[in-house]
Nanobody, 115 residues
Framework: QVQLVESGGGLVQAGGSLRLSCAAS????????MGWFRQAPGKERELVAT???????KYADSVKGRFTISRDNAKNTVFLQMNSLKPEDTAVYYC?????????WGRGTQVTVSS
């Protein structure tokens, strides 16, 4: 069982920045594809960004050019740098880890962007 713990959320004004972190409790972290998802009130959970074990990245169109996903395998941590935040980025952000048929989710961290 892998535990994922997100941190770094909070309240920020539009145009501001936040950096989310997700720490994983596994010694095989480097093998996992890691991802960030978000869920706004009344909406379905959606993909924000993913990064594979070979650091190939993918972004939702709505965050391209503003968000950057990265990983530090030595620290078993994945990051999401969020710049130029907009009120529509307000959501609970979840970390996800996938390796073969294994899938784990974190409990989420709230990001609120005020206008």
């Amino acid at each position: 069982q892998v535990q994922l713990v997100e941190s770094g959320g909070g309240l920020v004004q539009a145009g501001g920045s936040l950096r989310l972190s997700c720490a994983a409790s596994t010694h095989t972290f480097s093998s996992y594809t890691m991802g960030w998802f978000r869920q706004a009130p009344g909406k379905e959970r959606e993909l924000v960004a993913t990064i594979t074990s070979v650091t190939s990245t993918k972004y939702a169109d709505s965050v391209k050019g503003r968000f950057t996903i990265s990983r530090d395998n030595a620290k078993n941590t994945v990051f999401l740098q969020m710049n130029s935040l907009k009120p529509e980025d307000t959501a609970v952000y979840y970390c996800k880890a996938v390796w073969g048929f294994l899938t784990y989710w974190g409990r989420g961290t709230q990001v609120t962007v005020s206008s």
